[in-house]
């Protein structure tokens, strides 16, 4: 995986759907915010940062008060379909690799398509917050490259092709850090269930569901397993059979262990 140059620190976290990854995200963002770093998810960044462009700047000093979300939100979404071409430019392979292997999936036009937008977006949002970040910003992806390989590589039709998911690893760009709930594959199924199915696939028996989960489970074995080869900096946090308060004291002691007493220090290195 190819380093990332931002200047700020990036973390990406991966999990099977319903492992906890929206749970634990805000222990991440108050860790390091409690270290007096700006944490981010790109919908928090998408306004601020879009204020540190100069067509920002212009709207956030002449536009009424009314409409200065909105109009910061354009200049966000515009910024970043701008930026899809940039990103596609400099990492030309990754994103051939991508487009030949989606069209040769044997899953329906629809979701080839919703993996595709998703993909797409998300490479020029990467590029434009990467692009605009400052010294003591941290930006938190929940579902950032490492995780779309649960779209890009999953569904309840295909077997696990472990050639191309490790050729996709090795062109994205690599976080700072990775976080890595996991629970058991009946517990994730137990769990997208309970808080209700996703909209694309509520015309899917419970069967077909499973088989998906099944493989997405798979899928994230594969990518954890790699990281760790690549000695890629992972935590992995168990969150079944307890609290979910217990959980969260894991994560943020495992933070605390990484990162303190020297993470200011970590930040230095990683801005040099």
């Not at 770093?37 to 008060?65: C, D, M, Q, Y």
């Not at 191309?164 to 629970?183: E, F, M, T």
Request: aromatic fraction near 10%; include cysteine; charge should be neutral.
């Amino acid at each position: 995986m190819n380093q990332s140059t931002s200047r700020a620190m990036i973390v990406e976290f991966i999990s099977t759907p319903g492992a906890g990854k929206t749970t634990l995200l805000p222990v991440v963002k108050n860790f390091f915010a409690s270290h007096g770093f700006h944490a981010w998810t790109v919908l928090e960044a998408s306004r601020p940062f879009a204020r540190r462009t100069k067509i920002g700047e212009l709207v956030n000093t002449l536009a009424p008060a009314s409409l200065k979300k909105p109009l910061l939100w354009q200049v966000f979404r515009q910024a970043s379909r701008i930026r899809q071409a940039t990103f596609r430019s400099e990492n030309k392979e990754l994103i051939d690799l991508v487009l030949r292997f989606q069209n040769t999936r044997p899953i329906s036009q629809a979701d080839r398509q919703h993996v595709l937008r998703w993909f797409i977006n998300l490479s020029g949002q990467y590029h434009f917050l990467k692009e605009y970040t400052e010294a003591d910003d941290v930006l938190i992806f929940d579902e950032g490259f490492i995780h779309r390989v649960v779209q890009l590589f999953a569904s309840e039709i295909e077997p696990l092709d472990e050639e191309r998911i490790r050729s996709y690893l090795s062109l994205i760009p690599v976080p700072d850090l990775i976080i890595a709930p996991w629970a058991s594959l009946e517990t994730c199924i137990e769990r997208v269930h309970s808080r209700g199915i996703w909209d694309r696939f509520k015309d899917r028996d419970e069967e077909t569901v499973s088989r998906f989960m099944t493989n997405a489970h798979a899928v994230v074995d594969l990518v954890l397993d790699n990281a760790y080869t690549k000695d890629c900096p992972v935590i992995q946090i168990q969150n079944e059979n307890q609290s979910p308060a217990e959980t969260a004291q894991q994560l943020q002691q495992k933070l605390t262990d990484l990162y303190q007493p020297a993470i200011h220090n970590i930040f230095t290195s990683i801005n040099t």
